[in-house]
Each structure stands twice: as structure tokens, then as C-alpha cells.
């Protein structure tokens, strides 16, 4: 028997194919870095993340970036129109102001006139004080980034039928806006998740009763039992009860679609062999779907759940412009637009419509950014 | 196909028996009933209350009785056509429903045909022309009409309508032909009235459709059976009419699935803002009331109505697509 050659020289495994600085860097990257350089070229996500990131910024800090508090009321100002913001007065620079407004009522039709008083200039105040706040719910401070002058108005979005400011109110009703979409995400994920990884890792009967179950639900016209389901909520509740209360019945609808990701995945990936080979070691069902099938498709997951937030922003304002969602004093999108529920304000005070502004912004903005987290998320793009 | 059809029929019971339960759980929620809050209404009001009568509606629903009695008196007599009662109208479910129903099909059915004659031609053309400018500005149009709410859009186009075309704001025809019977300036009323409500139903679902359509037909397009016909010669607009566009077609019908719930919940939020006589309104009257019977009647005809959709999405389909025909058949 002859005897095998077996070279003595080192053994390098690159020198027949050396990979280069830039594949190097590609090929030992993780899944997320991946995820972020394709993010990237998206443009339109990265745009509109940096729009929501804005928006989002602008809710935590309402207090301070609005003029008046939530609750303030101009009752010599009420339905009064938007004001204008001037940098000249008659050719000459006066940096920025607002002209006073006039009220009087039409005697004719009763309706109230506000008209812009020329001689009366009123200077807006930067880094004031103004309205009492508390930051956060923690610190007392009367600090606003722009206040109108003093014994002034400044109305940016002019003000509804308790002379309340617009622009005031829309930012602080983006605190409740953007975050019902957010813990509704929260919720509906783990259920999605939970019956979802259920269904799909143990198959069988489960999974055929689960799969009916969300046809059913699928097949349901969504609002009808949003409907249905918010006026069950007691009138009593406090407000806080009634926001979870909310938000729980729109994730409860919502679940369905990640629940059938997860599932078909789970279906595929429990056939693998590490998956085999992690039950042979004595792995727990829970274990096993945590550890080993779900971080497989995790971004996936998320990208697609970034997908369902505007249709629960939609859903919120459909039902509190109803009447069936959040009441007043809880104060979002959706509430400041049931004002805004009668031919006669798209008539005589359009700018009580002002708030769906924000909500298509924030909708596109969601849409665009799920839409460029999936083509970043699927491998095969 | 025979065996088909039953196998779609026989498999739409459990779904109907689970969504009447899952109705009438969700009306059943509230603590008490209508007749306990009706009593106290009226006695709040100094008014006598007629005890034969609360007593009668007492027995006849068996309110006094357990829930799952409850259920399955209202169950059975739904199969009979016995709708239940509504307390608040004082009159059966099914008298007060009657007409509304109809029109809530009527606005759906033109909603569906609405959406499919605007995606359609232009789903085609934002997947042959992909990333073109008109693929871009029909795209952003579609996502407008998506993020836009439905009842703010209704109300901004009743305004117009009423501005610019004096059409009378609410409702489905002037105020002269209600309760009228049909002639043809109440049908013209009608149409005057309906596509303001189709368009802002239209609107959510028809930008769904085009995405689901675009994206669709890219994928046919890139399929290997396209690439061997271009390079056979086939002319590019014969091609996408022969091959890619009959695929994209069956996905068209099977779309209507998830159209209808969507196409009835824009329906009924419009129908609230625009005070359509369909059976948006009076759901939520019902819903706020706690007239139980009313409100689960409409909450089973709405589910009804998508389950009835997608059986006839599905048989269309299966006519139109033998691979779904006789899928069952090689299974065997």
C-alpha cells in the first residue's frame, strides 16, 4: 500500500480564493447590517423615517413646541381663523409677527367675523414664558419655544368652538395618536407570535382550528366590530381604561396576518435539521420556536408589522370620530376630528379639519418605511 | 366542479355558526338589556311603563333566560327568518332592516365594480411601466387615496357636490323621492347622489387593488414562460394581454376576498358621515342603544354578506382556473 501524500506546508484556506476588502465586509456581516446598508438605498423609507422621527419628537416634546396648553381657552376667540405669520410690515422688516384680530359678529347671519387689525402688530416671542406645563408629567415649567406677544393671540390653525388653538391641540393630540399604533403593534405582535408559533410548530388539530379561526376573523368586516366592540367599553371607565380598552380591541382584529406569517414559516423551518437536532438534545417546544425558529424570520416579522401600525392610527380616528373611541378629555387625532363631523364646519371653519394632515403624513410615512423594511428584510432581493 | 361547490357550501356553516356565536357574545357584553335601561328611561321620565308588553318582549327573547338558551332561541329563529326585535323601533328586525340591507348591497356591488374598473387598466400599467413617472405619480395617487380617512374625504365631497353641482347634502336621492316608488328621476336622484359615496368607498380599496395588482403582474412578468415568448418575437402588447394578464386575472377575482370587508367597513363610516339610508346609521343607533337584536342582525348580515362574497369569489375562480377545479380530484 502506498502511503498518501500529505503536505507539510500550513494550510491557508484563502489562497485560492482571497476575498477582498468590500466582500469580506459583506459576507461576514450580520443579518441586521445587511438589512441597513439594502434600508438605505431605499430612499423614500429613509426619508419618511426621518419625517416620523420628526413627528415623533414633536409628541414628547408638545409642552414646550406649542404656544398654549391643551386645555386653554380664548373665550374671546372662538372659531377664530388661522393667523398668518408676517416678516414685513409695510416694506419694512419687523422679523416675524401676527396682526391682531377683530372680532364682530354678523348680525345678518350670526356668524363670527375675525379680521386682521393691520395697525395692530403683535411680535411673537421666542424661548417665553407663557402657559404653565408640566414636562413630562415631572417638571413645572411656564418655558414655550414661540408665545404669542403679551396680552397678543397667535393662532397658527386658528381655534375651535371653545377658542381653543389648533396647533396646540393636534401636537398634543399626537402624544395618544402615535402611541395607540404603537402599543397596539405591541400587542398584536404577541399574539400574532404566540398563536401564530403555536399553530405552526405543532400543526394538527391546533393548527386547523387555529387557521379557521382566522378566516373567520379575516372575513369580518373590521369597523362593524370595532364598532361593536367599543361600545361595550363602559361609560364609566376612566379615560385611561377606555385608551387601553381601545387599543386592545384594535390589535385584537390584527393579529391575524402576523399569526399566519409565523405559522407558515414555523411550518417550513420545524423540518430542518437543527431544529431536529435541537429537539434530539431534549429543547423545549418554547425554546426551540424562541431561540431557534423565530430570529430566523425576526426581521421579517417586523417589517411587516410596521405595515399594520397606519391602518390602527386609521382605525382609532375612524372610531373616535365616531363617537365610539377615546372621549374628551383624551384628546388625539381622532377626537379633535369629531368637530369637525358636520357639513357646516367644511362650510364656515375649515381649518377644524386640519388635523388629518398629520394622520395622512404619519400614514404614508408608515407605509413607505414597512414597505422599504420588507424589500430590505426578504433575503432574495 | 359539483363536488366543489358542495365541498365551498358545507364548509361555510361552521364559519356562520361561529361568527353568530362571536355576534352574540360581543352584543350580549353590556352589562343589562335594553328593557332594563328602557324601563329606567321612562320611569325617569315620570312615564308608566306598559308591564304586559316588557314582559311579553321578556318571555318571547328569553332575556330572563341563561346566555346559551339565549343564543340558541336567537339562532334557531334566524334560520326561521324571525330576525329578533328591535325595542328601539318597536317593530321586528326584519321590518326595520328590509330596504336598507338592499341598499347597503346596491352601494357595495357599484363600490366593487368601481374599484375594479379604475385598478384594473391601471395596475397594467404600473406594472408594465414599472418605475416610470406614471408608475410613480399613479402609485403616490393610490397611497393618498389610502392614508386619506373615508368620512373626512365623504365629507369634503358632499360639500363640493353640493357647491358646485347643488346636489342636496345626505341621504341617497332627494328629499322628494323618498318613501316614493322607483321611477326614473328618483333612479336619476339616486345616481346623482351614489358616486360620491363610491368614490370614498372606492378610494381605500381601489389603491389596495393596484398594489396587489402591480405587484402581482411583476412577478408573472418576470416568469421564464414571458421571457421565451419575447424571444420568439411575440409583440410586447399581445404578450401581456395572452399570458401575464390572464394569471393576474384569477388573482383579481380571488381578491374580492379581501375587498368586501373592506369594501363594507368604508360603507359603513361613509354611510354614518353621509347619512345614507343603508345600514351604517342605524348600527351605530343600535350599538349605542343597546338594541341587541337590531345590532346583531346587521353584524351578521355584514358577515354574511363577506362570506357569500368570497364563496363567489371562489367559485368564479374555480371556473375560470382549472389547476383550483381539480386540485381535490389529483389530491384523490
Known amino acids: 500500500m502506498s502511503q498518501h501524500f500529505v503536505s507539510d506546508k500550513p494550510f491557508d484556506p484563502h489562497s485560492i480564493e482571497n476575498l477582498t476588502a468590500a466582500q469580506e465586509r459583506y459576507y461576514f456581516a450580520s443579518q441586521w447590517q445587511l438589512m441597513w446598508w439594502k434600508l438605505k438605498r431605499h430612499r423614500l423609507a429613509i426619508v419618511s423615517s426621518i419625517v416620523l422621527f420628526f413627528i415623533y419628537f414633536g409628541a414628547l416634546f408638545c409642552g414646550f413646541l406649542t404656544p398654549y396648553n391643551l386645555h386653554t381657552r380664548n373665550i374671546d376667540f372662538i372659531y377664530a381663523p388661522p393667523q398668518r405669520i408676517h416678516f414685513f410690515n409695510e416694506s419694512e422688516f419687523v422679523g416675524p409677527f401676527v396682526y391682531g384680530l377683530e372680532y364682530q359678529l354678523n348680525m345678518e347671519n350670526l356668524k363670527r367675523e375675525y379680521q386682521s387689525n393691520t395697525n395692530d402688530i403683535q411680535k411673537l416671542r421666542f424661548f417665553c414664558s407663557g402657559d404653565k406645563y408640566k414636562f413630562w408629567g415631572l417638571i413645572s415649567t411656564d418655558k414655550h419655544f414661540v408665545c404669542p406677544a403679551e396680552g397678543g393671540q397667535f393662532f397658527l390653525l386658528g381655534t375651535d368652538r371653545l377658542g381653543r388653538d389648533m396647533y396646540s391641540r393636534i401636537f398634543y393630540g399626537a402624544r395618544i395618536s402615535l402611541t395607540i399604533g404603537l402599543v397596539g403593534i405591541i400587542v398584536s405582535f404577541t399574539l400574532g407570535i404566540v398563536i401564530g408559533g403555536i399553530a405552526g410548530y405543532y400543526g394538527g388539530i391546533i393548527d386547523n382550528v387555529v387557521q379557521r379561526m382566522i378566516e373567520i376573523l379575516r372575513s369580518f368586516p373590521e369597523l362593524p366590530l370595532w364598532m361593536a366592540l367599543s361600545a361595550v367599553l363602559p361609560v364609566t371607565w376612566s379615560p385611561l381604561s377606555v385608551f387601553f380598552g381601545i387599543t386592545i380591541i384594535l390589535a385584537m382584529l390584527d393579529w391575524t396576518s402576523l399569526a399566519r406569517a409565523v405559522r407558515s414559516k414555523l411550518l417550513a423551518l420545524r423540518e430542518e435539521d437543527y431544529c431536529t437536532a435541537a429537539q434530539l438534545m431534549g429543547a423545549k417546544p418554547k425554546r426551540i420556536i424562541g431561540k431557534h425558529l423565530l430570529p430566523g424570520f425576526m426581521s421579517h416579522l417586523i417589517a411587516s408589522a410596521s405595515l399594520s401600525i397606519p391602518g390602527m392610527i386609521l382605525g382609532e380616528t375612524a372610531l373616535s370620530f365616531l363617537g365610539l373611541g377615546l372621549r374628551p378629555p383624551i384628546t388625539s387625532w381622532g377626537v379633535l376630528l369629531n368637530e369637525a363631523q358636520n357639513i357646516n364646519v367644511v362650510a364656515l371653519y375649515p381649518w377644524l379639519m386640519l388635523p388629518v394632515i398629520p394622520v395622512i403624513i404619519v400614514i404614508l410615512g408608515f407605509n413607505f418605511l414597512g414597505d422599504g423594511l420588507r424589500d430590505a428584510a426578504d433575503p432574495y432581493k | ?332
Open chain 2, 1 to 332: 366542479m359539483l363536488s366543489y361547490i358542495v365541498k365551498r357550501l358545507l364548509l361555510m356553516i361552521p364559519t356562520l355558526l361561529v361568527i353568530s356565536i362571536l355576534v352574540f357574545v360581543i352584543i350580549q357584553l353590556p352589562p343589562g338589556d335594553y328593557l332594563e335601561s328602557h324601563i329606567a328611561e321612562l320611569q325617569s321620565q315620570g312615564e308608566s311603563v306598559d308591564q304586559d308588553k316588557i314582559k311579553f318582549l321578556r318571555q318571547e327573547y328569553g332575556l330572563d333566560k341563561p346566555f346559551h338558551e339565549q343564543y340558541f332561541i336567537w339562532a334557531i329563529g334566524m334560520l326561521h327568518g324571525d330576525f329578533g326585535y328591535s325595542f328601539e323601533y318597536d317593530l321586528p328586525v326584519r321590518e326595520v332592516v328590509g330596504n336598507r340591507m338592499f341598499l347597503t348591497i346596491m352601494i357595495s356591488v357599484v363600490t366593487i365594480i368601481f374599484t375594479w374598473v379604475i385598478a384594473f387598466p391601471i395596475g397594467i400599467y404600473s406594472a408594465t411601466h414599472q418605475y416610470s413617472w406614471g408608475d410613480y405619480g399613479l402609485s403616490f395617487l393610490g397611497f393618498i387615496g389610502l392614508a386619506t380617512p373615508n368620512f373626512l374625504l365623504a365629507l369634503v365631497m358632499l360639500y363640493l357636490a353640493n357647491v358646485y353641482f347643488g346636489t342636496s347634502i345626505g341621504g341617497l336621492m332627494a328629499p322628494q323621492y323618498i318613501d316614493q316608488p322607483w321611477s326614473w328621476g328618483k333612479l336619476q336622484s339616486v345616481l346623482e347622489h351614489l358616486w360620491i359615496p363610491v368614490i370614498v368607498i372606492g378610494t381605500s380599496g381601489t389603491a389596495g387593488m393596484i398594489r396587489r395588482l402591480r405587484a402581482n403582474l411583476l412577478d408573472e412578468l418576470q416568469k421564464q414562460y414571458v421571457t421565451t415568448a419575447r424571444a420568439k418575437g411575440m409583440k410586447e402588447n399581445k404578450l401581456v394581454r395572452k399570458y401575464p394578464l390572464r394569471m393576474a386575472l384569477n388573482f383579481f377575482i380571488a381578491d374580492i376576498g379581501s375587498l368586501l370587508p373592506s369594501v363594507i367597513s368604508g360603507a359603513e363610516i361613509t354611510a354614518i358621515v353621509l347619512s345614507l339610508p343603508t345600514t351604517g346609521p342605524m348600527l351605530l343607533t343600535a350599538l349605542q342603544s343597546q338594541d341587541m337584536y337590531l345590532a346583531g342582525s346587521f353584524l351578521m348580515f355584514l358577515a354574511m354578506l363577506t362570506v357569500i362574497g368570497v364563496l363567489v369569489s371562489d367559485l368564479l375562480l374555480a371556473a375560470i382556473d382549472p389547476r383550483i377545479r381539480l386540485q381535490g380530484e389529483i389530491a384523490k
